[in-house]
């Protein structure tokens, strides 16, 4: 058994460019109650020889097993109590560890506490806030392009962003791994979603500051690659966790969001992709671990329909806020 508290899993996709940083971060943490590890997916822009001449402990796949394979080998590793996990692409302040575990450790309720996430190269602005979950269907980070002043109250979210959060690992025993079947985008609204039918909570940690980049390893906020994938786990996130009864009540709205999407990425020219993602989802989504509904549990599927009603709130909030802001520098 480790003496240390957290493990810090770090997945690692040619992503050599960016370590350099992140690991000057965690060395100058002011708690070190963790310890490193690296998983590294088949990487072969020399990450795989930075990190053995380093001496940083690593898992090296070998081949891109996407996010929830390389978290879950590291998940798998790890002995301590709390396993943290942070994308490559990052800068921690120094309080970052320290305020997480803090966090998580304030109830043995609470599954995952998810980080304050501003814009590495726009200081100002807000990256993640904690992701949320609306009627629509659409999964979105809280706060993001707003100021990053803000945000600062510790809250109930639907989700931690795992590209900076922690989590109990003895929970993982009782839901299950990041699902393999997302590959990427998703599997972490998907894991807290089964905690919170489970009745445990998600946090958001405004102390935990870490400053990241985004899109490091996908190389952009939009690709037909992530295009694909996300409206693909968008239908196995709401199979997989919804019971029939949610299902119907959610459909309208659901199917609107869909249509929504899909004129807005047939405007940037990704239309096709987000269609065949939506039709992989549909004609694979019964290969997906469907979560049992348990009837003694419906108090906390009730409580889940709640949160997706205010995040749909929140969402309507943000983008008009946004769309304001975006007027008003027209104007100016």
Known sequence: MSEKQVTVIIPNYNGLQFMGTCMDALEGQTCQDFEVLVVDNGSTDGSVEWLKAQGIPAVFLPENTGFSGAVNAGIRAAKTPYVLLLNNDTEAAPDFVGELLAAIRRSKKIFAVSSRMVQMYHRELMDDAGDMYSLMGWAYQRGVGRDS????????????????????????????????????????????????????????????????????????????????????????????????????????????????????????????????GVREGLTTARSCKKVPYESDRLINYLAIQWEMIAGTAVYMYEFSARQLKKAARRRS
């Open 149 to 276: 002043r803000g945000y600062n109250r510790p809250m109930e979210v639907f989700s931690a962003c795992a590209g900076a959060a922690i989590y109990r690992r003895a929970v993982f025993d009782e839901i299950g791994l990041f699902d393999e079947m997302h590959f990427a985008y998703l599997e972490d609204i998907d894991v807290c979603w089964r905690a919170k039918i489970r009745g445990y909570h998600v946090r958001y940690c405004p102390k935990a500051l870490v400053y990241h980049v985004g899109s490091g390893t996908s190389g952009s906020k939009y690709n037909p690659f992530k295009v694909r994938l996300a409206a693909r786990n968008n239908i196995y996130l709401n199979y997989k966790n919804m019971p029939a009864g949610q299902l119907l009540v959610n459909f309208p709205l659901m199917a609107a969001g869909v249509a929504v999407k899909y004129g807005f990425f047939r405007k940037l020219g990704f239309g096709r992709e987000f269609l065949g």
